[in-house]
């Protein structure tokens, strides 16, 4: 069966510091890859959206990146935090090709607060 | 553009009480629909999913009927638990490879 990962779990970071938050996905090849942003209380905001290594879509402007190193590993990253960068942050994976509906499944997230 | 739009919350139920938590939506074509739900501080999780008109997604005593004349997705469950208590999200896929979702319903169930 498919598993997803994220860490870290918690993550507390001053403004300004450099961010790395990992997600990796098990038992599937060639997923597609989703990063969300949910702030507090609010809907889902989707990030990037990549369908194969180097095949990455930013979805909203940021100081925010994404890199796909390998199939199913997936980074978000910043140079320089902001306090709006404070939030919860979820990745999914869907299969590939779309299959019959495009279904996504979410990790459990890392809560980032930038003070 | 894609829409989905749900009720306003949260909606507050003692336990046992009849769910419904409303979803409508705007998109071309036939869009595939589902239901998350998001038990605090996890990731979300899908409930169920509906892929053609008249097809009734079910899972642990939910349900929604994917309804093409009213561009409609309710959520459903005859009698809530605690355990419930989460939020919600409607969602609309439309081949894309992305989700498009709505706002997010609370439900408190109380003992």
């Known amino acids: 069966s498919q598993t997803i990962h994220q860490w870290p779990a918690t993550l507390v970071q001053p403004v300004g510091s450099p961010l790395s938050l990992e997600c990796t996905v098990e038992?599937?090849?060639?997923?597609?890859l989703y990063w969300y942003r949910q702030a507090a209380g609010r809907g889902l905001q989707l990030l990037f959206y990549s369908i194969g290594i180097d095949q990455i879509s930013s979805e909203v402007p940021q100081n925010l990146s994404a890199s796909r190193p390998q199939d199913r590993q997936f980074i978000l990253s910043s140079k320089k935090l902001l306090l709006s960068d404070s939030g919860f942050y979820l990745c999914a994976w869907s299969a590939g090709g779309g299959g019959s509906s495009y279904e996504q499944y979410f990790g459990p997230g890392t809560r980032l607060t930038v003070t | 553009g894609d829409s989905v739009t749900q009720m306003e919350g949260p909606v507050t139920l003692s336990e046992e009480a009849f769910l419904t938590i409303n979803c409508t939506y705007t998109a071309t074509g036939y869009p595939s629909l589902f239901w998350y739900v998001q038990y605090p501080g996890e990731g979300l999780q899908l409930l169920l999913k509906?892929?053609?008109?008249?097809d009734k997604g079910s899972n642990k005593g939910f349900e929604a009927t994917y309804r093409k004349e009213t561009t409609s997705f309710h959520l459903e469950k005859g009698s809530v638990q605690v355990s419930d208590s989460a939020v919600y999200f409607c969602?609309?896929?439309?081949?894309?490879?992305?989700?498009?979702f709505g706002q997010g319903t609370t439900l408190q169930v109380k003992p």
């Open positions: 038992g599937t090849s060639n997923p597609n």
């Open positions: 509906a892929t053609k008109a008249d």
């Open positions: 969602a609309l896929s439309r081949n894309t490879g992305k989700l498009i």
